[in-house]
């Protein structure tokens, strides 16, 4: 969460008196005076001391391996969220899926209450590797793999960055291809624009990894787990604000 509000709260500062305590050097994260108000901390992953004063936050990250039909938004008239999926102890204010899958789309969605986290995990600039295996309605071919590689422009002329595309197998019964996708942008429907910019249609789609973490094998479809404290670790680089 965000140091200041942290101090504000734990602290029961005023905004004016949380800034002195800026000012005067009293902040301190890993045992560097900080300076920056809004700098994005966590207790497990940074030794935040104020004055003195150990400080300790409370935040949730939790791993979710998301069914079909599921959507990732905080409130849906229609559909279940992956907000409803949580036991109600786990909704904690705040929470929020970092970044969106289509319904239709399974696997790897993580949910947390820090703020800042999202933001940073997900800004363009950081491109933040997101992995996918597709179930594609024709053969993926090498001329598909080196048109990724280039990358692919949507019709209608937007350009995605260059991709990496593995076919896994093809199933000459049904025509079908399994492939992995590694790209490092999070436009709209994504993955099936550009398979669809190569006129084929991406008929299952799943996430397998978003940056440092990778969809555990035993969690089941619907179920989700906090982050072990290696895999929090793990998004240390991300806390960037
Ligand atoms: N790309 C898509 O097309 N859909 C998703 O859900 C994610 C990436």
């Not at 029961?12 to 000012?23: C, G, I, V």
């Not at 935040?48 to 069914?67: A, C, D, Q, W």
């Not at 799943?206 to 895999?231: C, F, H, M, T, W």
Request: with cysteine; proline share 5%.
């Amino acid at each position: 969460m965000r140091l200041d509000k942290l101090i504000e709260k734990q602290l029961q500062t005023s905004r004016k008196q949380m800034k002195r305590l800026f000012l005067s050097g009293k902040v301190r994260v890993d045992g560097q005076t900080e300076l920056r108000e809004n700098r994005n901390v966590d207790s497990k992953l940074h030794e935040i001391v104020v004055s003195g004063e150990r400080l300790v936050t409370e935040e949730h990250y939790f791993l979710m391996n998301k069914p079909a039909g599921i959507v990732t938004a905080n409130h849906d008239h229609q559909h279940q969220t992956v907000i409803d999926l949580l036991a109600p102890a786990d909704r904690v204010p705040g929470i929020y899926s970092v970044g969106r899958l289509d319904r239709d789309t399974t696997g790897l969605v993580l949910l947390t209450n820090n703020g800042p986290l999202g933001f940073d995990l997900l800004h363009p600039t950081r491109k933040v590797s997101k992995v996918y295996e597709a179930l594609v309605n024709e053969l993926v071919t090498e001329a598909d793999v080196l048109a990724f590689a280039q990358g692919i422009v949507f019709t209608g002329g937007e350009a995605c960055q260059p991709a990496k595309l593995v076919p896994l197998w093809y199933d000459d019964k049904n025509g079908y291809s399994q492939v992995q996708l590694t790209i490092a942008e999070g436009k709209f429907h994504q993955v099936k624009k550009m398979f669809l910019a190569r006129g084929k249609k991406v008929v299952a789609l799943k996430r397998i990894a978003l940056g440092p973490l990778n969809l555990p094998a035993d969690l089941p479809v619907g179920g989700y787990r906090p982050l072990s404290l290696a895999e929090l670790g793990s998004l240390k680089p991300y806390f960037l604000s």
